[in-house]
C-alpha cells in the first residue's frame, strides 16, 4: 500500500485544495467540449465526476494530467502546480489504447514503471487482486477490453501517487471485478490519497465522498452522495402499466427492470398519476420509492437538462434543485467554492 | 515530503526503457524478423544469380563481398525505416502519447531509445547478410581491415541507421495508417535503392549525371562503406563519380545525420509531447 506523503497545506496551516480547477474550456475540431468546467477537490477525498458520454469527462481528465493543455481557464494542483509541473507526483489511467498491444501485460507494467519516478513493486499485488496475474505473459492484444481496464489500472495504481485521476476504471468489468476496484480505491482513499475517477455507470457513485455531475461541458452540481440524494424530487415507481410522461419532471420517464420510474414535480399530486394508470392495466401498481444512484444519474443527466431546456433554463433548475436540497451547483467564484 | 517540482527518472533510464520496449515489440514480430534476415539475404542472392555476369574467378569473391556490403545496408535500411517509422506511427494513432505525456518523459530519451533499438535491429540485419555473403563465399580478408577501416564501417553504419530513422519519423506523419507502414517503408527504401544505382555501387544504370550518388545519404554511406573496405584503388566498377572517401563527404554525411535528428527532435517535440489530442 502507498504511503501518505502529500502535504497541499499552505505555510500558515490552512488547507489548501488540493485540486483546483477554473473555467476551464477546450473544445476540438467539431466544438468546444469544455465550457468553463470548474472543480475543486480537497486532500483524501474521493471525487467522482459522472456524466454521460461525449459530456467532456475524459477531456478534462487529460487537462488535469497534463496530457492536453486546456485553451482558456486555470487549473493548479497541490496548491500552485501547472499540470505539467505536478506530473511526478500524480498517476493516470486514461481511456483508450494507452497499453501497448505488442507488449505482454508484464512488459506493460515494466516499460510504464521504468519511466514513472514513483512506481513501486506493487504491482505483483495488484494484479492478483485484479486477477490478471495467470494472462500476464500474454500479449495484450489477446486481452479482452476488461482485462486491459484492469491492466491500465495495476499501471496507474502501482505509482505511489498523491493524486490519482482515474478515467472510466469500472468500465467493461463485470459486478464482481467493479466491487474489488471499489475496495482497492477505498484502500487508497483510506491510506490518505485523493482520487479523482470518472464514470458513467451509478454504481461508482457509492464509493464516492462526493459526486460533480458534468453535463454541457460544465459541472452543474456537487455533493455528497447522500446530499444529493435527499435533495433529489420525490421518485414514483410504477409497476404493471405506463403513464403519460408528461405528468413527470422533464416529461421523462425511465424504464428499469419491470417497472418505470420518473420524477414527481411539485405541482404534480400522486393522486393525478394514479388516476392516470388506474384502469389502464389490471393489477398495476403506483408508488413512492426512495432514490438510487440511477436515479440521481438519471435526474442530472436528463431530467434537470430537459426542464431547463422546456421550461426555465439549466440555471435555474439547478439553483432550484439545490436550493431546495440545501447542496450546493459549483460555483464559478473559487472563494464561493472554497466555502462550500 | 517528497513533491520536488521536476522529479523525473534519469534520462538513461528512459532511454532504456524505450529501448527495451522496441527490442520487446520486434522480437515478436515475425514480419519485421523476415525483413531483418530473410529479405536482405534473398535480395542479395538474386543479384548473385541473375543480375551477375560471372566476373573472373579471382574476383568473384570480392564481388560477393561488396554485394553483402549493398544488401547489409540496404537490409538495415529497410527494417530501421519499417519499424521507425511503424511504431512510431502506431504510438501516435494510438493514445500512448496521451499517457506519455502525463509523465515526466524527456522526448528526447523516447526518440534515443528508438535509435538505439533501431540501430541494433539493423546491425542484426547488416551483420546476418554479411555472413550470409561469406557462407555463400564472399571475399572480406578480415587481416586487411585495420581499425581505421573498422571505424569508418561502423560510423558510416550508424550515422546511415540514424539518417534512415529520422526520415522515417516524415514518413509516419505523413501516412497516418500505421498497418500500411511496412508496405509503403519497404516500397520508399526499393525506390531509393534502383534509383540511385543500387545504393550507388552501379553509377552506371544511371541515365544522366550520377554525381547525385555521392551526395545522397542512402548511396553515400553505401559507397564510402565499399570504399573503406575495398580501397578507393579497387573500386573502378563504381566511379565515375569518384569515392567518396574523404573527410568532406564523411562531414556531409554527419551533416545528415546531425540536421535529420534535429528535425526528429522537433517532430517528437511537437507531434508527441506537444499536448495535443
Redesign the interface.
Given at each position: 500500500m502507498p504511503t501518505d506523503?502529500?502535504?497541499a497545506e499552505r505555510t500558515d496551516g490552512v488547507q489548501q485544495p488540493l485540486l483546483e480547477a477554473r473555467d476551464v474550456e477546450k473544445g476540438?475540431d467539431d466544438g468546444a467540449v469544455l465550457e468553463g468546467l470548474d472543480l475543486t477537490v480537497e486532500k483524501g477525498e474521493l471525487v467522482t465526476l459522472m456524466g454521460p458520454n461525449g459530456v467532456g469527462k475524459s477531456?478534462f481528465l487529460?487537462c488535469l494530467?497534463?496530457?492536453?493543455?486546456p485553451e482558456r481557464g486555470e487549473i493548479e494542483l497541490?496548491g500552485d502546480?501547472s499540470p505539467t509541473?505536478a506530473?511526478?507526483?500524480?498517476s493516470?489511467m486514461?481511456?483508450?489504447?494507452?497499453i501497448?498491444p505488442?507488449?505482454t501485460g508484464r512488459?506493460n507494467l515494466?516499460?510504464?514503471g521504468?519511466?514513472?519516478?514513483?512506481a513501486t513493486d506493487d504491482w505483483r499485488a495488484l494484479v492478483d487482486r485484479l486477477e490478471l496475474t495467470p494472462d500476464l505473459d500474454r500479449?495484450a492484444r489477446e486481452y479482452s477490453g476488461g482485462m486491459r481496464r484492469k491492466l491500465e489500472l495495476a499501471i496507474a495504481l502501482t505509482v505511489d501517487a498523491?493524486l490519482y485521476?482515474l478515467d472510466e476504471p469500472t468500465a467493461e468489468l463485470d459486478l464482481a471485478m467493479i466491487q474489488i476496484v471499489h475496495d482497492l480505491l477505498l484502500e487508497y482513499r483510506e491510506a490518505g490519497k485523493t482520487i479523482l475517477v470518472t464514470s458513467h455507470a451509478p454504481l461508482d457513485a457509492q464509493i464516492a465522498d462526493r459526486i460533480a455531475f458534468v453535463r454541457d461541458g460544465r459541472t452543474v452540481t456537487t455533493g455528497a452522495p447522500t446530499t444529493l440524494l435527499e435533495a433529489l424530487p420525490p421518485v414514483v415507481r410504477i409497476r404493471g402499466a405506463m403513464a403519460p410522461e408528461s405528468l413527470f419532471l422533464g416529461d421523462r420517464v425511465f424504464q428499469r427492470g419491470d417497472e418505470i420510474r420518473g420524477f414527481l414535480a411539485s405541482e404534480t399530486d400522486l393522486t393525478a398519476i394514479e388516476n392516470a394508470v388506474e384502469g389502464a392495466r389490471e393489477g398495476a401498481t403506483v408508488d413512492p420509492d426512495p432514490p438510487s444512484y440511477t436515479d440521481l444519474f438519471n435526474y442530472y443527466t436528463y431530467v434537470q437538462s430537459a426542464r431547463g431546456d422546456a421550461t426555465r433554463g439549466v440555471g435555474s433548475s439547478v439553483a432550484e434543485a439545490t436550493d431546495s436540497a440545501g447542496i450546493a451547483a459549483e460555483p464559478s467564484d473559487p472563494e464561493e467554492a472554497e466555502h462550500r | 515530503m517528497t513533491n520536488p517540482r521536476h522529479r523525473s527518472v534519469p534520462w538513461t533510464g528512459q532511454a532504456r526503457a524505450f529501448t527495451r520496449r522496441h527490442v520487446q515489440q520486434l522480437r515478436r514480430n515475425k514480419l519485421l524478423v523476415f525483413l531483418a534476415v530473410g529479405w536482405p539475404v534473398l535480395w542479395y542472392l538474386l543479384t548473385m544469380a541473375i543480375f551477375i555476369e560471372a566476373p573472373d574467378p579471382d574476383q568473384l569473391g570480392y564481388v560477393k563481398a561488396a554485394n553483402g556490403i549493398t544488401y547489409g545496408l540496404f537490409g538495415a535500411f529497410t527494417v530501421t525505416v519499417a519499424v521507425f517509422a511503424g511504431e512510431f506511427a502506431r504510438d501516435l494513432e494510438g493514445d500512448r502519447y496521451r499517457k506519455l505525456r502525463a509523465i515526466p518523459v524527456s522526448p528526447t530519451a523516447d526518440l534515443a531509445g528508438r535509435f538505439v533499438a533501431g540501430t541494433a535491429l539493423g546491425a542484426c540485419s547488416y551483420l546476418v547478410t554479411i555472413l550470409a555473403a561469406v557462407a555463400h563465399g564472399a571475399t572480406f580478408e578480415l587481416e586487411r581491415i585495420g581499425p581505421t577501416t573498422v571505424a569508418i564501417l561502423a560510423l558510416t553504419f550508424v550515422l546511415f541507421c540514424v539518417i534512415a530513422m529520422a526520415l522515417a519519423m516524415g514518413l509516419a506523419l505523413v501516412i497516418t495508417k500505421p498497418e500500411h507502414m511496412t508496405t509503403i517503408a519497404v516500397v520508399v527504401v526499393l525506390m531509393a535503392f534502383y534509383l540511385t544505382g543500387f545504393n550507388g555501387i552501379t553509377p552506371g544504370m544511371i541515365a544522366e549525371d550520377p554525381a547525385f550518388v555521392n551526395y545522397l545519404p542512402n548511396s553515400l554511406a553505401t559507397r564510402m562503406q565499399i570504399a573503406a573496405w575495398a580501397g578507393t584503388d579497387s573500386v573502378e566498377f563504381m566511379t565515375p563519380p569518384e569515392a567518396p572517401l574523404s573527410l568532406e563527404y564523411g562531414a556531409l554525411l554527419v551533416g545528415y545525420a546531425v540536421g535529420l535528428s534535429a528535425a526528429a527532435v522537433g517532430v517528437m517535440t511537437r507531434f508527441a509531447y506537444g499536448g495535443e489530442p
Open positions: 506523503t502529500t502535504n476540438f477531456v487529460s494530467a497534463g496530457s492536453t493543455a497541490f502546480r509541473e506530473r511526478s507526483a500524480t493516470v486514461l481511456q483508450g489504447e494507452t501497448d505488442d507488449l512488459e515494466q516499460f510504464y521504468d519511466l514513472h519516478p514513483r500479449p498523491d485521476l | -
